[in-house]
């Protein structure tokens, strides 16, 4: 049972350059988020996903770029990466029904560590 | 707004003391609450959650929760300290009413845990 997983876990850009960061999840849930964590802080959501071809920004989308072709994937697209975007990380997903209000909790991967020089 | 608050960026216990984490919300509907711990250099993982019903909810490692609805309060408590509970600890919500599809997250608790 894998659950969330996330690569690269470590990966070291230039100014400038772009790369994907993957996520895929077995658990057949619908929602998937991205949020980064910068040292010492919270987590801040990038996008999030309510199911495939369903994609809506977060708090702070400007640099990033998802998409959602299947339930599993969810890969964050980073153009031109800049400084400001050395960050961990993290994937994450969950299983809601908004009928019946169902909501699971948040299932984490362990996380991706960029950074950008 | 839906907001989280941990007021405490640090809570300093010694083992085998009970602790609490503080968090404090702020949603136009009925809160769905979690808790999550962060090791260093790991994923968070889901420690409890409310959703509805009995307004003390236990959860792995020991742990428990109690929502109180007056005080918008979902605080976190453990009878006995452990060293390996000293984590950072994260309370998130998620408002019923509106912007349904996010989790709030508060901005931490790192946890220290003296022996």
């Known amino acids: 049972n894998a659950g969330v997983t996330q690569t690269p876990k470590f990966r070291i850009l230039k100014i400038g350059q772009s790369m994907t960061l993957q996520c895929t999840q077995d658990m057949n849930h619908n929602y998937m988020y991205w949020y980064r964590q910068d040292p010492g802080m919270g987590l801040k959501l990038i996008y999030y996903?309510?199911?495939?071809?369903?994609?809506d920004k977060g708090e702070v989308p400007n640099g990033y770029n998802v998409s959602r072709s299947t339930t599993e994937d969810f890969p964050l697209r980073l153009e031109l990466a800049a400084p400001s975007q050395t960050s961990v990380y993290f994937c994450?997903?969950?299983?809601?029904?908004?009928?019946?209000?169902?909501?699971?909790?948040?299932?984490f991967g362990e996380g991706s560590r960029l950074t950008v020089l | 707004a839906q907001s989280v608050a941990q007021p405490e960026d640090q809570v300093n216990v010694a083992e085998g003391n009970p602790l609490t984490v503080k968090c404090t919300y702020s949603?136009?509907?009925?809160?769905?609450l979690f808790w999550y711990v962060q090791y260093p250099n790991r994923g968070l993982q889901f420690l409890l959650k409310?959703?509805?019903?009995?307004?003390l909810v236990k959860g792995s490692y020991g742990f428990e929760a109690e929502f109180n609805k007056s005080q918008t309060s979902f605080h976190l408590k453990k009878p006995s300290a452990l060293v390996s509970d000293s984590a950072l600890y994260f309370c998130a919500v998620r408002d019923s009413r509106n912007n349904f599809n996010k989790f709030y997250f508060g901005s931490g608790t790192k946890l220290n845990v003296k022996p």
């Open positions: 996903s309510v199911g495939a071809g369903i994609t």
């Open positions: 994450a997903s969950s299983y809601s029904r908004g009928v019946a209000r169902v909501t699971g909790e948040l299932f």
């Open positions: 409310y959703i509805t019903g009995d307004n």
């Open positions: 949603v136009s509907g009925n809160p769905y």
